[in-house]
Nanobody, 122 residues
Framework: VQLQASGGGSVQPGGSLRLSCSYS????????IGWFRQAPGKEREKISC????????HYDDSVKGRFTVSTDNVGRTVYLQMNSLKPEDTAVYYC????????????????WGEGTQVTVSS
């Protein structure tokens, strides 16, 4: 299993970025994929999760309405479109998978990719 997050960068408040998570060795039919972030001095937190059972997508309240997850099953990529970015969104962003997962709790994830830095600053 391999995962790789990319697409991070620096953006001004109110701006947008699209992150990509390329995956191999898993299928979304049996694996959940979650997006997570970790800011300096803080614990890693889940921001979204694709449920492996019904394919529904859940978002943390902190990003609901601003972030959108989409999938390209042919290209084996999950995207995180981030709009209306705020300074508090600054963090390293990761994607991770869990076999037969539904809630994407960080401690339950089986495989993690390397993160990509997102910095929101004026």
């Amino acid at each position: 299993v391999q995962l790789q997050a990319s697409g991070g960068g620096s953006v001004q408040p109110g701006g947008s970025l699209r992150l990509s998570c390329s995956y191999s060795g898993v299928t979304l039919d049996y694996y959940s994929i979650g997006w997570f972030r970790q800011a300096p001095g803080k614990e890693r937190e889940k921001i979204s999760c694709i449920d492996s059972v019904d394919g529904s997508i859940h978002y943390d309240d902190s990003v609901k309405g601003r972030f959108t997850v989409s999938t390209d099953n042919v290209g084996r990529t999950v995207y995180l479109q981030m709009n209306s970015l705020k300074p508090e969104d600054t963090a390293v962003y990761y994607c991770a998978t869990e076999a037969y997962g539904r809630q994407c709790r960080p401690r339950d994830m089986d495989h993690w990719g390397e993160g990509t830095q997102v910095t929101v600053s004026s």
